[in-house]
């Protein structure tokens, strides 16, 4: 606990107990306050700040936010009086001769604290939103894990058809060269780096999926997939059904002859003109071929949040002894 | 179908829960060190009931509307059981929060629901409960406050304590949970979604509430304690019923 009767010194008043109430309560407010504003600002101002993002107060700066503007100069208070407390105390248990861990218990919860803040900064700042991408057999790029690939799905439905479990096999093909496989699922992402990059399932199901060949190159692509060709990327903007036919035709977006990006439906059998004068054909279309959406984030934040909930943990079970039902000196009774 | 038939026997068993914690009032106004007996049958009914959808679900039954306030009764009762004090100020403020809980559970629909997938993980059986003992905790610290401002005894204060302690360490469980699924599920520990807002707001207040005994200035107002634990329950109540009534569509909106 910080220091209950700071010793003198002219800034000691940074590391006292009653600074360190007057910030939580503090804190309290103004979240208390910005979660109504969020509420009711949500069309305007907070339009477009989504899971823990921080930049979006800052990049599109608003008299709304004035509680956020105000929560982070009180937090940095905060932080800063937490530190000197906790230092403070640790450095007089210490110097008493207190050896057994369950001393330090409060001192690992404050530094738990202290590292869930620069896990909510890093976060805030520093997390990216990758996008979504449909895998299905073919090859295609996973932003932060390289390329992957669907191998298979298995999905338990329960009566009635809803999903009980998703598994979902990929093959992954790392930027350095290795590959592995993974299984996804539901609460179950691809992740790399202690949580900083994630690939989270958001759906399962079938897609068409189109086939198409430039020489000895080939790829097939879902609906909103890339590949490359010649070195050069073709992307399936769309399938459309043509009447007459009975195969769809694909609205495909790459490098023209000149180099200039171009969109264009191409039929079964057509050819597309890319860049170089190379030649790429619809060779087929797939009605329907298992398929999932992934989205990916970037979460620099999720390690240091790891980190964080470990030392709560820790410093919650630390402080088992003193959780016991009853005490001498308790509440009366009628 | 969106679940499994719902047995008619298992509203019976909720409305006889409640007429358990009825009787723990009654006998409560007369005879508070008895009212632990009916008390405890009100308890074990409500986790018979639980155990019996959880059966019927193949997991944890806290899908709905229903499900969530019979779960709040329930882990209120749980810590009241506890933390039994035989004390009129102290049981009948707990047992009217359980009562209207409980009345609120009855007034949902009953049917059973699937979970969604994105439920079925650890981490919901973890957080959801853990969450709720909490709230448990801090209602019966409320509880106690209302008590010391009845009778002025000391020890109530040792008891709002640790009541807060404890309601401190099982959010601090539980929102480690609630990390590590929001993680997993949606790519985030936090978001800013009212419920998770609230549930950041009720960690501070709760850890800042812990240091007021501390705090030398405050040490001559034995008052502060009781009024702030009745005024963190005011906050448990937006917390929990607040965002998922009044602040729109979040993530943790019932089903």
Redesign the interface.
Known sequence: ??S??PPGGRLAWLRS??L??IC??G??LL??V???V??LT?EGA?AG?????LTGFFLRPSPAHLWLYLLVPLVALYALNTTLATLDNVRRRWRAGQRAPSAYAVAVLHAA?LVALA??AV?GFL?VDGGTTVLASSWQPLPGFGEARLAGVEVDR???G?????RATLEVRRPDGSRERAVV?????LSAGW?AR?A?LQDEGRAAVARFSSGADHCALAEGQRCLVGGDPVELLALSAVPGTPDPAALVRASGPDGRVVERWVMRGGLLMLRNARPLSLDTVIPAEPAVLL?V?Q?P??PW?LAA?VL??LG?AL?WR??G?R?P?????? | MTGPATPPALLLLLQAAAAAYAVAFLVALRRPRLARWPLLAGVALQLGWSLWRGLLLRFFPLTGKAESFAAAALATGLVALVAFRASRAYLLPLLLVMGAALAAALAFPQALRWPPPIMRTLWYPTHVPLSFLAYGAWTAAAAAGLAWFTDREPGWLALIDRLALWGFVLWSLSMICGGVWGVVAWGAWFLWDPKVVWSVILWFNAATFLHLRLTPSLQQRPWVRPALALAGFALLLVAYVGTSFFFGKGSHAFG
């Open positions: 606990m910080p209950a009767s107990q009653g360190g109430v939580g309560y804190t309290v979240l208390a910005g979660s109504v969020m509420a949500r907070s700040i989504g899971q823990d993002d604290f896990a909510h976060a997390s329960l009566p009635g809803m999903p009980e479990e998703v699922g539901y609460d179950r992402p949580g994630l989270l989205r984030r979460t934040g999720v949040a909930a709560l943990t919650t402080l003193r959780l039902p005490r000196g308790d509440a009366p009774q009628d």
